[in-house]
Structures are given as structure tokens and as C-alpha cells.
């Protein structure tokens, strides 16, 4: 089943502002992971967070993670035309398996 | 990076046949393969978990008798989506993790079934 909810489910904004996406979660994770797909796509992976981690940068990526509140964000900074896909996080479980349980996504679109 | 492969890439069969997707780790060797599914506009829901050389693990709700996953070889996955109908239709993904300390996975690029 579905773990994660994704807020919010789209997201249209202007080139060069800032995108925030919300993901939450139910039970205890080892990490939680960002990916994103364009249309008809495979995944990307753009930032693996852990457990005992509160915030990670990559390049114009912030992530943050809030055990506490099983919720993580995502923060592109200086929106591109190209960031334009859906973005899932995916948590990652602690058994020996590691398999990802993938959010609902959020679909990003950047207006130029 | 790590590089993974599917293919084909797309498929369009007649309802009663059987299609094979292939999912290969390019670069790096692979233990576990996982199969997802994806239906348009939907979220990627995990099929099954395929280690190299044992049975594969299957998600609650999937046939394992329907979706036959063969973890052969440490580079190689296939999922043999048997009697296809149209309701199988999806976006077929695949993706391995890295058998030395990754818990990252690469994801390949997908295979569109459409079951006529």
C-alpha cells in the first residue's frame, strides 16, 4: 500500500521562483528519497536523506526531513523550465529488503 | 553513474499472450531487482522484490502465477507478464540497487504495455 501523501499533487509556477513539495509518512523509515520523472519516463534519483539527517543540500535541491513529524519538503531553488516533471519521495524501509514505497507525487510545472 | 536497462522499451500485444521485459544493470552488479507498475497520472506501486538466484518476493494483491520474475544472473531481471489482458496494461518499471553498501536505487527507463 501507499505510504507516503504528497502535497501539493500539482504545482504551476513561474521560471526562477522557488518550488516546495511536501511528502508525509506513516511508519519508521532508514531514509527517505526524492526522485523525479518526466512524462513517460524513468525515475531519476536526486537526493537520498537518512533517518538521522535533518536537512541535505544538492546543487538547488534542499531537503529536509522531520522524524518527529514523518514529513519531509523538497525545495528547488531558482526554478528552470527543464525541473518541469512530477517528483515522488520514496521511503526507504528498515528491513534487509530496503524496497522504496513511493508517494503519490507532485506534478511541477514551470511557466516561462 | 549506475546504468540500468529495459527492454523493450514498448510492447503492444493481442489479450492471451505473454510478454517478456528484460531489466539489465549495465555497469554495476545487482542482488535485488525491484518490479513496479505504473498507471498513467498514478504513483509507482512495488510488484515484487527479485534476488539473484531465490524466488522473488511478491507484493501483497499481485499473481505471482501472472507476473513471473527470473533473477537469473547478478546483471539480470526479467518479468514475464503471463495471458496479458487488457488491464495489464501499465508502465512497467524496473530498478536495481547496487550490491555493495548502495541503498540507493537506479531505475531503468520504463516499458509501455498496451494489451489489445
Known amino acids: 500500500s501507499q505510504q507516503g501523501e504528497e502535497d501539493p499533487q500539482a504545482l504551476s509556477i513561474q521560471e526562477g521562483e522557488n518550488a516546495t513539495m511536501n511528502c508525509s509518512y506513516k511508519?519508521?523509515?532508514?531514509?527517505l528519497q526524492w526522485y523525479r520523472q518526466n512524462s513517460g519516463r524513468g525515475l531519476v534519483h536526486l537526493i537520498l536523506?537518512?533517518?538521522?539527517?535533518r536537512e541535505k543540500h544538492s546543487g538547488r535541491l534542499r531537503v529536509t526531513l522531520d522524524t518527529s513529524k514523518k514529513s519531509s519538503s523538497l525545495l528547488i531553488t531558482a526554478s528552470r523550465a527543464a525541473d518541469t516533471a512530477s517528483y515522488f519521495c520514496?521511503?526507504?524501509?528498515?528491513?534487509?529488503?530496503?524496497?522504496?514505497?513511493f508517494g503519490q507525487g507532485t506534478r511541477l510545472t514551470i511557466n516561462p | 553513474g549506475a546504468v540500468v536497462s529495459q527492454h523493450p522499451s514498448w510492447v503492444i500485444c493481442k489479450s492471451g499472450t505473454s510478454v517478456k521485459i528484460e531489466c539489465r544493470s549495465l555497469?554495476?552488479?545487482?542482488?535485488?531487482m525491484f518490479w513496479y507498475r505504473q498507471f498513467p497520472k498514478q504513483s509507482l506501486m512495488l510488484m515484487a522484490t527479485?534476488?539473484?538466484?531465490?524466488?522473488?518476493?511478491?507484493e501483497q494483491g499481485v499473481e505471482k502465477d501472472k507476473f513471473l520474475i527470473n533473477h537469473a544472473s547478478l546483471t539480470l531481471s526479467t518479468l514475464t507478464v503471463t495471458s496479458a489482458h487488457p488491464e495489464d496494461s501499465s508502465f512497467y518499471i524496473c530498478?536495481?540497487?547496487?550490491?555493495?553498501?548502495?541503498?540507493?536505487?537506479?531505475f531503468g527507463p520504463g516499458t509501455r504495455l498496451t494489451v489489445l
Open positions: 527479485s534476488n539473484e538466484g531465490s524466488k522473488a518476493t511478491y
Open positions: 530498478s536495481a540497487r547496487v550490491s555493495l553498501g548502495g541503498t540507493a536505487q537506479f
Open positions: 511508519t519508521s523509515i532508514n531514509n
Open positions: 520514496a521511503t526507504g524501509d528498515i528491513q534487509g529488503a530496503q524496497k522504496l514505497v
Open positions: 555497469d554495476f552488479q545487482a542482488t535485488t
Open positions: 536523506i537518512r533517518s538521522n539527517e
